[in-house]
C-alpha cells in the first residue's frame, strides 16, 4: 500500500519535469524527513506534502522564461512569483482531489505561496519546508547543476553557498546540515 506521501508524489511528479525540479524535489523531500526527526513539534502532514509540491508551479512557466527567474540574481520577480501562485493553486487542487484536510491544505498553500518570495517565516513548518527547499543546492548534484546553469565557476559558487548559510537558514539543524554536506561536495569535486 502506498502511503499518502508517497501518492502525493506521484501525483506532483508530472509537474516536477521541468527546470530539474524532479532532482531538487528528490533531494528536498529528503533533507525534509531529516530536518523533522530534530524538530518533532513541526508537523509532517504539512511540511511533507508543501516540500513535495512547492515548485509544481514551474511547469506553468515556458522554459524559455525560466532563466533570470531564479538563483544568485532574480531579474524576472514577476516571473518568479508567477510559479508560487500557481503551484499553491495546483497544489490545492491534488490535495483536494485526495480529499486532504481543508485546514491543512490551506496551510500548506500558504507556505508555497511565499516559499520565495516572503523572507519570513510563517511557522516551524515554514521554516522547515524554506530550510529544506535551499539545502539541496549543498550537495554535489546541486552544485554541478546550479553553477553550470548560472555560469559562474564551481569553486566561486562553493565559497557563494558557504557564505550564505547564516542568512538563509532558519534552523540551527540546517545551518550545520549545509555546512555538513558542503565539506562534502567540497572533497567529492577537488
Ligand atoms: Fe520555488
Ligand atoms: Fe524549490
Redesign the pocket.
Known amino acids: 500500500m502506498r502511503t499518502m506521501y508517497e501518492t502525493i508524489y506521484e501525483m506532483a511528479k508530472p509537474y516536477l519535469n521541468t527546470r530539474y525540479n524532479d532532482v531538487?524535489v528528490e533531494l528536498?523531500y529528503e533533507f525534509t524527513k531529516r530536518l523533522l526527526k530534530h524538530y518533532p513539534e513541526a508537523d509532517e502532514d504539512i511540511v511533507l506534502p508543501a516540500i513535495l509540491l512547492?515548485?509544481v508551479g514551474w511547469k506553468m512557466v515556458p522554459e524559455d522564461e525560466q532563466a533570470g527567474a531564479f538563483g544568485p540574481e532574480v531579474k524576472k520577480n514577476d516571473v518568479q512569483r508567477f510559479h508560487e501562485i500557481e503551484g499553491a493553486k495546483m497544489a490545492g487542487q491534488i490535495l483536494n482531489e485526495l480529499n486532504y484536510p481543508g485546514s491543512k491544505i490551506h496551510e500548506i498553500m500558504d507556505i508555497i505561496d511565499g516559499h520565495d518570495t516572503r523572507l519570513e517565516a510563517l511557522s516551524l513548518n515554514d521554516k522547515i519546508v524554506k530550510d529544506a527547499?535551499k539545502l539541496w543546492r549543498f550537495t554535489t548534484a546541486g552544485v554541478n547543476l546550479d553553477s553550470f546553469r548560472f555560469g559562474i565557476e564551481r569553486i566561486s559558487y562553493i565559497n557563494y553557498l558557504e557564505n550564505r548559510i547564516k542568512e538563509w537558514f532558519f534552523t540551527l539543524a540546517a545551518q550545520d546540515m549545509a555546512r555538513e554536506t558542503l565539506a562534502i561536495t567540497r572533497s567529492q569535486l577537488s
Do not use: C
Open positions: 531538487h528536498s512547492h515548485d527547499d
